[in-house]
């Protein structure tokens, strides 16, 4: 239904596609940072406007959208969509100064907007409690793009649903390349506060373990260190064949299918595992 090609903004290289000049179309202006979305029925000459326009000039890619079925009223529909969702992703800045024409009716929109339900695919913004409560009715088939804290809440309800937070490794990854690897509970501070006085906790160190190995299966990768690599899998091996084995901390306890499970504390669970390694 779409077909999307790219051209060269900054030396104003576009192609030779008859479209270009006399249908309307989409268009994304960016440069990896930033970006503008617009529509046009001759994109060309919207380009060569772009190019003497100073606050365009920072951008250096262009990507045009093209149907055989668009009219203005759809690109304008679209145009005003993309907007909304480039916004949500984050990944760009855009620089457009209004949200475009949103939600206005015209000749045909029922049937471009039932090719997007047929095909699956809706994009909205939403609250974290809305968002929940959706996630926990919903059978999947979705991505949830979260910010950090939707991130926290989220990682909490689905670990939890599952049995145990403890069980639940977070990783954050950047555009720029940067990973950081964490258990998804935090701090179990009630279990601090018990160690501070010295008491015996019996706290599920798996997510703990596993942020570990998934930072030093990382690192070995971007150091070519295959011996590291190897370490971090048969760290999270013996960590899995130990609870597998019937050792585990008392979370787990609670809720496996196992039976007559041998209840650990912090400091055993660690050690049953090294056993292993």
């Known amino acids: 239904m779409f077909k999307i090609t790219e051209g060269d903004f900054k030396n104003q290289t576009y192609g030779?596609?008859?479209?270009l000049s006399n249908w309307p179309m989409l268009y994304i202006l960016e440069n990896g940072k930033?970006?503008?979305i617009g529509e046009s029925n001759h994109v060309k000459n919207r380009m060569s406007q772009h190019h003497s326009s100073v606050d365009k000039r920072i951008f250096d890619k262009v990507h045009f959208i093209y149907s055989s079925r668009f009219n203005q009223s759809v690109t304008f529909d679209y145009e005003s969509k993309l907007i909304q969702y480039i916004v949500a992703d984050e990944l760009y800045e855009v620089r457009n100064k209004n949200a475009?024409?949103?939600d206005k009716e015209y000749y045909g929109k029922k049937e471009y907007d039932e090719k997007f339900k047929a095909a699956g695919i809706e994009y909205f913004y939403t609250l974290i409690d809305d968002a929940v409560a959706r996630v926990m009715k919903a059978e999947g088939g979705f991505?949830?793009?979260?910010k950090n804290y939707d991130g926290d809440v989220m990682s909490d309800m689905v670990s939890s649903a599952f049995g145990s937070l403890a069980m639940m490794t977070s990783v954050l990854v950047s555009p720029q390349g940067y990973y950081e690897y964490e258990a998804a509970h935090g701090t179990v501070q009630r279990h601090y506060y018990k160690h501070l006085k010295g008491e015996e906790t019996s706290t599920n160190s798996v997510a703990t373990i596993f942020a570990w190995t998934g930072a030093l299966r990382k690192r070995g990768e971007l150091d070519g260190n295959q011996e590291l690599m190897d370490f971090a899998d048969r760290l999270e091996k013996a960590t899995i064949d130990t609870i597998e084995s019937g050792k585990m901390t008392k979370d787990l306890a609670l809720i496996t299918s196992i039976e007559n499970p041998t209840v650990l504390n912090s400091e055993q669970f660690i050690k049953a595992i090294a056993e292993l390694l």
């Open 16 to 19: 030779d596609e008859s479209y």
């Open 100 to 102: 475009g024409m949103a």
């Open 143 to 146: 991505i949830w793009a979260c």
């Open 34 to 36: 930033q970006a503008y």
